[in-house]
């Protein structure tokens, strides 16, 4: 027969259950406590399109209104200057926020990649502490989706007309418009979703993807406006290394009439209109025809060669694109709402990224790809409140590796010491470590592809970018204090000789503390 417990083992006992109790306490509280966290995300968002960010383009995007909800977003959190992508490139980009590693480790180096999901990834480490996950949008990583209990994907690329979208179930075909679309879904899982656990909601929007179609509410949209030149629109290439000149992503010489400025047949040919055109409901092809007719004849009257042809093709991009913006920044407000009206604004993290910066007519061009500023550059912009001070401006360096290791310690746990990123927590909350990075390691691998742009890798300190196009053993150095538009390599000045020997050795040791591949035989 048991003896009852002495009052010592009673005592010990009491105490010994009332530290399981007490855990047991705290972590219901930590699970009803730990923040949510809202990754809204859209796809070649430039800097310079966000009214939130010092650019050439900040007081006209302003002036017009373009992104009211992402500026309110901004000066409630903090928005992050110097903030920079490991490889300029939509489906890389992505899998570098999945999973904290540069394209090399983690195996999605172009678009024609399929992403190993069987990896470790941040929304599977959120799964597993509890976390509620969901994937709405644009996915562009080919296989499935692991690590969500939600997943309501476009397939591929994804239409803007009237979008197919990819579940667990099989393809779902929804009438509308794919930034609204994607604005829905993402509404209808916040309401939906299980009220008793914290959530990652990443929504992913397609826009402002090429081919620049917007909504037909906006086809109007700066119609009779003059959007700011750039000072580079009409960039002769010198001054730097060959494959800038060799590239095909001039607004001028490379885009297209049809596809990408939807001027309409007779003048161009009616099998190079975007596909999009086929999509659309007869309603949708009339609010078209009503802005898109008339600009036609009045093209075909201006009848416009040389540099007037430029500008009106910059004209016509810009236009299309901040369109796009405008939608994509009416789903912002949305989500940004519905936060609020379900009292949710105190415990949930808002974060706004796009996959990588885009050139909007800088040096002549379209498109991304470059360690060049423009798509080199990613927006980030944070809101956590009582962490992140409204109106912070953040300078110290990070980038799209660091995103994964964020997000796992702000859900109160710590990423895989092999992950190549740093949690921002700690600059979040105004202490930036003393060892914070002072130089970003950066390698596109795609070529020859769409736009011919040069592999290279290379490195960006405070003041320095060092570039190698290493397939064809050309460099450049730029001084990005006294030279920011990046015009003139100073990669043979004897004048940086040093800077240039000390940029190397920093890139090197990137490359070795990354464990990057070797070097590929150089191409004859
Ligand atoms: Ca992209």
Request: glycine share 6%.
């Amino acid at each position: 027969m048991p003896q009852p417990p002495t009052r010592r083992e009673f005592l010990h006992a009491s105490a010994a259950s009332a530290i399981v109790l007490s855990r047991t306490f705290r972590n219901v509280m930590a699970a009803q406590t730990r923040p949510n966290i809202v990754f809204l995300f859209s796809d070649d968002h430039s800097l310079q399109t966000i009214g939130a960010y010092k650019t050439r383009l900040q007081t006209f995007i302003n002036e017009h209104d373009l992104t009211p909800n992402l500026n309110r977003l901004a000066a409630s959190g903090g928005v992050f200057e110097r903030s920079y992508c490991c490889n300029s490139l939509c489906g890389p980009s992505r899998a570098a926020i999945l999973t904290g590693l540069h394209s090399h480790a983690n195996g999605f180096v172009g678009n024609g990649d399929r992403f190993d999901g069987s990896q470790w990834t941040m929304p599977k480490t959120l799964q597993a502490a509890g976390y509620q996950t969901a994937m709405i949008g644009k996915w562009h990583l080919v296989s499935e989706p692991t690590g969500f209990d939600h997943w309501d994907i476009l397939p591929g690329q994804g239409s803007y007309y009237n979008p197919d979208f990819l579940t667990p179930e099989g393809r779902d075909h929804r009438e509308g418009y794919a930034t609204d679309l994607i604005g829905d879904a993402a509404l209808t899982w916040l309401r939906g979703r299980d009220t008793t656990k914290p959530f990652l909601l990443m929504c992913q929007h397609k826009a402002p993807h090429r081919a620049w179609m917007p909504p037909e509410r906006y086809v109007s949209l700066l119609e009779g406006v003059t959007v700011p030149e750039p000072d580079t629109l009409f960039d002769d290439y010198v001054g730097r290394a060959t494959p800038a000149s060799e590239q095909e992503m001039e607004i001028g010489e490379h885009m297209r009439m049809a596809y990408d400025l939807k001027v309409r047949p007779p003048l161009v040919d009616s099998d190079t209109l975007p596909g999009e055109f086929g999509r659309m409901t007869e309603a949708q092809k009339i609010a078209w025809d009503a802005a898109y007719v008339p600009r036609n004849t009045q093209f075909e009257q201006a009848a416009l060669t040389g540099r007037d042809l430029t500008r009106w093709k910059y004209q016509a991009y810009m236009k299309e694109y901040l369109r796009c913006v405008k939608a994509l920044d009416d789903n912002i407000g949305r989500v940004l709402d519905e936060l609020t009206a379900q009292g949710l604004d105190d415990n949930t993290v808002v974060i706004y990224s796009s996959d990588q910066g885009f050139y909007n007519g800088e040096h002549g061009w379209f498109d991304k790809r470059w360690m060049y500023e423009e798509s080199l550059s990613m927006p980030l912009i944070v809101r956590w409140p009582g962490e992140v001070a409204p109106g912070s401006r953040f300078q110290p360096m990070v980038q799209n590796i660091d995103y994964a290791p964020t997000l796992v310690e702000i859900a109160g746990g710590r990423a895989s010491a092999l992950v190549h990123g740093r949690s921002l927590v700690p600059v979040l909350k105004g202490h930036t470590p003393d060892d914070w990075r002072t130089s970003i390691y950066y390698h596109y691998y795609e070529f020859p592809a769409d736009h011919r742009v040069q592999a290279h890798v290379g490195v960006r300190t405070d003041q320095h970018k060092l570039i190698y196009y290493y397939p064809v053993d050309e460099w450049e150095l730029f001084d990005m204090a006294k030279d920011p538009q990046e015009l003139h390599s100073v990669y043979a000045d004897p004048a940086y000789a040093a800077v240039v020997a000390d940029m190397k050795v920093e890139l090197d040791r990137l490359r070795a503390q990354y464990r990057e591949r070797p070097y590929p035989p150089a191409s004859a």
